[in-house]
Structures are given as C-alpha cells and as structure tokens.
C-alpha cells in the first residue's frame, strides 16, 4: 500500500501541474501583438525570476515582440563581460528573436550591489531616452498632445523585489517615476505603456515550486473577480503565467546552462524548487 501510495503521489502531482498550466494558458488572459521590454538589474534576472513569463509572452502565436533592458552588467566579481554574453544565451533560450532585442547598460550610476540603490530619476532618464525620446520636447509637453512611448509593456520587479535587493526594488521605482514624468500634465490622456509587476511572495511560497500554482490561480481568480466590478479596460488587471514541464526545463537550462558563472550551490535549490522557475503573476500598476 505505500509502495502505491509512493508511487500515486509523483503521478497526481504532475497531471494536476499539467492540467493547471494547460487551463491558465486557455482561460487566463494574456498579452497579444504588444511591444514589450523585461527591465531587470542583472545578468540571470530574466531566467531566475521572469522565465514563466518570458517563454509564455514570446510564443510566435501571441505576436508579442519581447525586449530586455538590463541596467548593469553584473560586474561585482569581474565577469561583466562573460556575463553579458551569457544574458545573451539565456535569452535565446527563452525565446527572444535576435541578440539586438538586449541591451546592458554600463554605467557608474548602477552598480551592482547588495548595499546600493539606485536613483529612481536616474532610471527613468533611461527609460525615457530609450522608450519616449521625444517626451520632452518643446511641443510635445503640452496638454494637447497625447503622451507616446515606442514600448506598450514594461514588465519589471514589484516594490519588494522578490529578494529584497536594492537593485531589483530601484528598477520599480524607477518606472514608475518614468511614467508619472511622462504622464505630468496630460491628465486626459491614457498612460501609453502598461506596467506589470512581480509579485513578491513570503519564504515559504518562494520554495515549494509548482505547489504553489494552485495557490497563485486561487488569489489570481479572487483578484479578477474583485476587478470585474470596476470599470472594465482593455488590458488585464493581471497576468498569471505557470510554465508545463517542457517550459520548466527551458527555464532551467537557460540558468544552468546559459548563466554558469552564476551557478553557485545556493542557486541550484532555487532552481530546482523555486516557484519563480514555474509560476509569474503580475500585477498592473496605476500611474497617477
């Protein structure tokens, strides 16, 4: 009896894993034909925090066109340089369509660290040169003309960073001090990219894998239906992607095999039961 009962577990474990990932994918709503950037701080965020995400977002069907805007090269023991090409790798893995969809910024003002935040405004100048360049002219300051952006999602850390690291917590205030900037005066106007954030979880649900999908589809569903009583938009209130097998192991090999500089003892639990490694779900900001 618990030689069965051993064996049943595993078995029921993964056809209920299957079956949620396979509902989620066909009732949950999702991002179509949209111009999207992951913003992250290091080389190996995209893979060990977004990768549920970034295999769901750039599947072919969904005509997304997905970017990364990483803002430092994860330099902090000399591998800057390795570790941008292992970015590159990883992102390959994941699923996005050439190396000129990356960019790693290298600059003073972002180092990587365990003990230093970066400026919100400096953040923002980034982003507003490389997603709203012609924000600040002259003419298009004034109220009668409609705020632009050439992104339409920015999907990025929430205020908790999921780690708690400084960079990862920088990079929310940084978009959303992006956004308040290009959204000063144009109080008509709809904001032109929609910010998506990761939900932070405690401890315990950050360490028990695809036994938190269930979890996550319960609070999702509650969110959903709490948001289906407001007035109703066009985009989802949040997103929820949970990866199947085969996208779990994607998301595992573009970390253990894209970013091995980084694979240290410590992060082989974290990909091995990490609930980041199987399931996203995010939460659109409000930008006032």
Known sequence: MQLYLALAVPILLGTAWLYIAQITRASLPSLRNKRICLLIAHPDDEAMFFSPAVLALTNRELGNHVKILCLSSGDADGLGEIRKKELAASASMLGLRSPSDILVIEDPKFPDSMTTSWSATSIAQILSSAFSPTANSSSKKSSSFAPSAII??????????ISSHPNHISLYSGARHWLSSL??????WKCPVDVYTLTTTNILRKYIGILDAPVTMLLAGWRAAGMSKRKKRDEPPSLLYISDFTQWRRGQSAMVEGHKSQMRWFRWGWVGVGRY????????????
Not at 183 to 188: D, E, P, V
């Open 183 to 188: 959204m000063a005066g144009k109080s008509g």
């Open 152 to 161: 339409d999602v920015l999907l990025t850390f929430d205020a908790n960073g």
């Open 277 to 288: 490694m199987v399931v996203n779900d995010l939460r659109r900001e409000t930008i006032t």
